[in-house]
């Protein structure tokens, strides 16, 4: 079995924070409409706001697992 490496992690962090990045932005277009308008019907705002969170929440989890593998493979 392979160890995790230092640059490993990097790459995982590197990786997740674009992703990051990504879903801010959609997040910021999906709260706008075609015209630049904000949207303020909260049934739609709660939605979009509950599925920016669980996909942020899934990033740094990744983020969480990669440094936990690191310290394990590497006995600490």
Do not use: W
């Not at 990097?10 to 959609?26: F, G, K, P, W």
């Not at 308008?37 to 920016?52: C, M």
Request: hydrophobic letters at 35%.
């Amino acid at each position: 079995m392979n160890r995790l490496t230092n640059e490993d992690v990097a790459e995982s962090i590197s990786m997740t924070t674009l992703r990051m990045h990504q879903l801010v932005t959609d997040f910021y277009e999906e709260m706008h409409t075609d015209k630049g308008e904000a949207v303020t019907d909260i049934n739609k705002t709660l939605s979009l706001l509950q599925g920016f969170r669980r996909g942020i929440a899934e990033e740094l989890t990744m983020i969480h697992e990669a440094v936990v593998q690191y310290l394990e493979d590497h006995g600490q």
